[in-house]
């Protein structure tokens, strides 16, 4: 997912993406562990689309926080 993507996306749906996304990367370690994981790359993508959505998160959580001081 790219990072214009994320920043489009409203808070509430940023948490609900990276839960899925956390979600999404447990099935795949698992896989992974049993041997059924063909694409091994997937989890390095997974790992840095999570690393954005928290970033981009963190961002917009700062943006808000002196709007509403």
Known sequence: MKAKEIRD???????VRLRETRQQLLMLRLRRQTGQVEKT???R????DIARMET??????????PAAK
């Open 9 to 15: 996306l409203s808070t509430t749906e940023l948490d």
């Open 41 to 43: 790359h997937e989890l």
């Open 45 to 48: 993508g997974t790992r840095r």
């Open 56 to 65: 981009i998160l963190n961002e917009k959580q700062r943006a808000a926080a």
